[in-house]
C-alpha cells in the first residue's frame, strides 16, 4: 500500500474527506495522526482544511446558551438564582422521592444520603463497598451536584428542573447528609464554598512513565 494509512482521524478529518471536492479556498489546517510510511510508528500530519464545508448554520446565542449548563467544581457555570432546604424538601417529595426512598436513603435507586462512619476510603477495595457510594461519603464538591441534577434528574424528565429548583433540591441534599444545616440557603456564591466530606480523599494520578489514560 503506498498511501499512508490513517489510524486515527478526528471528525475533523471525517468532513474532509466528504467535502475536499469543493472548490473552496484551501486556508486552514488540521493535524492527523498517520502511520509513518514503511513502519508502524504514528506521526503527526499536517492537513489543509477548506475554510468553509458548505453545509450547516453558525449557531446562535440562544442554541449555544441551551447547551452552554455545565457547573465546574470552583463554580463557574453556576445561574443566578437561590433555593433552600425547606423548598427542596418538597420538590424532593414530588419529583425525587419515588425513585430515591422518602429519605434518600431508601432507594429503589441510588442511595444518595449517608456518612462513611469507618476511617479511610473503602470504595473500590471490597465489593461490599461498591453500593455504598452517597453524596456524604463520595463527591467531592458540592458544585458537582448542582451539575447533575440539573442535566440528568429526575431521571424520567431530565432538563424539566429550574434553577430555584436544583438549588434548593442541593440544600435539601446537603442538609439530608449533615452537610449543612435546616436554614441554609444556596446560591452561585454560597455553593461553592461547601466543602464536602471526601474532598480531600481523592488523590491527582500523577504517576510518569509507561503509557497514559486520562
Ligand atoms: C425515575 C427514577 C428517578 C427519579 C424520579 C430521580 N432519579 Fe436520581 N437517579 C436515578 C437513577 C437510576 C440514578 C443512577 C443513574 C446512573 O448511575 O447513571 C440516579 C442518580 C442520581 C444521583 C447520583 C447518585 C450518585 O451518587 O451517583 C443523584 C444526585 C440523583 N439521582 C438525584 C435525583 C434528584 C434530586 C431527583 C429529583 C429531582 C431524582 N434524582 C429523581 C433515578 C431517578
Given at each position: 500500500m503506498n498511501r499512508p494509512l490513517v489510524l486515527s482521524i478526528v471528525c475533523v478529518g471525517c468532513l474532509l474527506e466528504v467535502c475536499c471536492w469543493q472548490a473552496t479556498p484551501q486556508e486552514a489546517t488540521t493535524v492527523v495522526m498517520q502511520t509513518k510510511e514503511g513502519t508502524t510508528e504514528p506521526e503527526m500530519v499536517q492537513q489543509e482544511l477548506p475554510v468553509r464545508f458548505g453545509f450547516g448554520q453558525r449557531a446562535t446565542r440562544a442554541e449555544i446558551a441551551a447547551w452552554d449548563i455545565d457547573v465546574r467544581p470552583?463554580?463557574?457555570?453556576?445561574?443566578a438564582a437561590a433555593g433552600t432546604v425547606a423548598q427542596g424538601r418538597s420538590i424532593y417529595a414530588q419529583k425525587c422521592a419515588a425513585c430515591h426512598g422518602p429519605t434518600g436513603k431508601e432507594g429503589p435507586f441510588d442511595v444518595l444520603v449517608g456518612r462513611e462512619p469507618r476511617e479511610g476510603f473503602p470504595f473500590g477495595k471490597s465489593m461490599e463497598f461498591f453500593r455504598q457510594k452517597t453524596i456524604g461519603n463520595y463527591w467531592p464538591y458540592s458544585t458537582t451536584l448542582y451539575d447533575y441534577i440539573q442535566r440528568?434528574?429526575?431521571?424520567?424528565?431530565?432538563?424539566?428542573?429550574?434553577a430555584h429548583e436544583v438549588y434548593s433540591l442541593v440544600a435539601f441534599l446537603l442538609y439530608q447528609n449533615e452537610i449543612i444545616g435546616p436554614d441554609a440557603r444556596l446560591d452561585a456564591q454560597s455553593l461553592p464554598l461547601i466543602r464536602m466530606p471526601a474532598r480531600d480523599r481523592f488523590v491527582r494520578d500523577n504517576r510518569q512513565g509507561g503509557v497514559t489514560f486520562r
Open positions: 470552583d463554580g463557574q457555570g453556576l445561574p440528568a434528574m429526575p431521571q424520567n424528565q431530565p432538563g424539566s428542573l429550574q
